[in-house]
């Protein structure tokens, strides 16, 4: 049987002799690169985590044998494109797992469950590698990679999409907006559905159309046990109601079927840019017109030093400004109108504000947004943002650590705010503003600094917030807030996860730990 040692060797020696003969033309290269993965073959043998801590070694053959069995492909620690296969978006995270299996559908999705929970392996599953804890890749385990399951359907007439679960933000906008259609999901494109989804999931119509999850009307499951099985209001109710908020603990979905609305393709929406220094009474004045402001309009705060965008003078770049992002999800001169306040207050450095495609402005944020920084993220649910809370936001921003670092505040309630706390597992109905405390920078000696700056300002605030908290927002050393962050629905989650996942295969997640 091959060693790890042999077959690095000779994969090395493969790559040496390549450079050594340099292809000449395309189809030879591709010709020469097929033939080293050909025989690449046999893997070799791997040294897997297990699902309770421990170690184990699976044979080549049985790598091998799953590998034949499946239509998408397993990427292992030998192979060239290993290192792209376990970047996710946060580059704080750097695991190594043992086998990532790339599935091309529900049967890959099958045969990976089987393979883990046979071989009682620790267990990963990635959508579109965006959750800021890293959840999407484990050390030494396996994982499920969704990642190349892009398809979206849309049937216009009765306004429902399927979307698989490698699906970004973007591909769904792309296929719903050539209908006029559209499903409420985040603010930066390039993230994965099936996280966001399961998570919650709120941007610019949430207001109007409800989370992500109001919107959900069926899944197909690959639950613990490798059977495929459908959620729905009729079929498994119980895992229908986990799975809308309940995270990535109860299996595996390959398919998610929404409620589509007609919206756009233009829709009103911008920055009015500020200078800091009126902050306190722009976001007291904020506060004021937001109470008040109808379904359609959503207005996020985003606070920061100012990003050399080409709409704002030079003379601005790097100093500190406040954000006021909107988006009107309604008929354009209707949303003049509703915007016409937020729009007069003080003197902005710049109004970008107006007609809009919306699938564009559902990407304005990404270039600030890109993968590749670190990242680090505090977050906490408001229903109102009282003036303590503005001090200390104040505060923050004058000791902001980077040029990159930045407080969001998400405006949400509207028609999620209306349904019921124990309709869905979701358990932020109340809250009306999520602060995000977002800690982004490029060198590891800046770490402890930032993520100070993060922590400060979340202890700070605890007092003003509910005390629930977005899943989705919470990164990798929040494991002992996952119950606070349910609240009354975490008695509910560990009884489904007990009936569909008691052995707690899917654990790298914020977990819900099985409760029978
Ligand atoms: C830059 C940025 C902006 C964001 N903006 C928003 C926003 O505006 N609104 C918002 O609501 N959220 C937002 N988020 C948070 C986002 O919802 C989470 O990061 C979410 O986890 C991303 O999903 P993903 O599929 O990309 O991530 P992944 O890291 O791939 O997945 C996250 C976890 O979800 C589970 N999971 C993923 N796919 C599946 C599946 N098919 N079956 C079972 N479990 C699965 C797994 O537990 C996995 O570890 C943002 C995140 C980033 C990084």
């Known amino acids: 049987m091959a060693t790890k040692a042999k077959i690095k060797k000779a994969r090395s020696a493969k790559s040496k002799s390549k450079k050594a003969k340099p292809t000449k033309s395309k189809p030879a290269t ?12 046999p893997m070799a043998d791997i040294d897997f985590r297990t699902s309770e801590g421990g170690k184990k070694t699976i044979a080549a053959a049985a790598i091998e044998a799953l590998s034949a069995g ?3 492909k397993v990427v292992d620690q030998f192979a060239p494109n ?64 969704l990642s190349q399951m892009k398809s979206v359907r849309v049937d216009p007439a009765t306004k429902r999409a399927w979307v698989e679960p490698g699906a970004t933000l973007a591909d769904v906008d792309k296929e719903t907006q050539a209908f006029g259609l559209a499903v409420p999901t985040g603010i930066n ?40 099985v459908r959620a729905n209001a009729k079929e498994n109710p119980d895992l229908f109601w986990a799975l809308r908020g309940g995270g990535g603990n109860f299996g595996v979905i390959t398919a998610f079927e929404f409620q589509l609305h007609q919206l756009g393709p233009q829709v009103l929406a911008g920055l009015v840019v500020h200078p800091f220094e009126h902050a306190a009474s722009l976001l007291k004045d904020y506060r004021r017109i937001i109470a008040s402001a109808p379904d359609e309009l959503t207005c996020w705060v985003v606070m920061r030093k100012a990003p050399p965008l080409p709409f704002l003078p030079a003379e ?23 915007t016409a306040e937020l729009r007069a207050l003080g003197k902005p450095i710049a109004d970008v504000v107006g007609p809009a495609p919306f699938a564009a402005w559902q990407q304005a944020f990404d270039p600030l947004l890109t993968p590749g920084a670190r990242n680090y993220w505090k977050s ?80 700070a605030a605890a007092p003003h917030a509910t005390g629930t908290a977005y899943v989705n927002f919470m990164p990798g050393d929040e494991a002992d807030r996952v119950e606070a962050a349910y609240g009354a629905n975490y008695s509910r989650l560990t009884q489904v996860k007990y009936r569909y996942d008691p052995s707690n295969l899917f654990r790298i997640n914020q977990n819900v730990r099985p409760a029978g």
């Open 30 to 41: 591709v010709k020469a690169a097929k033939a080293v993965r050909a025989k690449a073959k």
């Open 70 to 72: 499946l239509r998408g």
């Open 82 to 145: 290993y290192d792209e296969a376990r970047t996710i978006w946060n580059a704080m995270i750097d695991r190594r797992p043992g086998l990532i299996v790339r599935c091309a559908g529900a049967a890959d999705v099958i045969d990976s469950v089987r393979f883990a929970r046979d071989n009682g392996l620790l267990v990963a599953v990635r959508g579109g590698g965006h959750n800021i804890g890293g959840s999407a890749v484990c050390d030494g385990g396996v994982v499920i990679d």
């Open 189 to 228: 494109s390039t993230t994965g559905i099936a996280g966001l989804t399961l998570g919650g999931g709120f941007g610019w119509i949430t207001r109007k159309f409800g989370l992500t999850i109001d919107n959900l009307l069926s899944a197909d499951v690959v639950t613990a046990d490798g059977k495929l």
């Open 316 to 338: 601005w770049h790097g100093k500190e400004i406040l954000v006021l992002a909107m988006c009107y999800s309604g008929d354009i001169k209707a949303g003049e109108k509703a």
């Open 380 to 459: 906490h649910d408001f229903t109102q943002l009282s003036d303590g809370a503005i001090t200390l936001l104040l505060d923050a921003v004058h000791h902001l650590p980077g040029p990159e670092c930045e407080i969001f505040i998400g405006h949400v309630g509207g028609a999620a705010g209306r349904v019921a706390l124990d309709a869905t597992a979701f358990p932020q109905r109340n809250a009306h503003f999520v602060m995000n405390v977002h800690a982004r920078w490029r060198e590891t000696s800046m770490d402890k600094t930032c993520i100070s700056w993060a922590r400060k300002l979340f202890d």
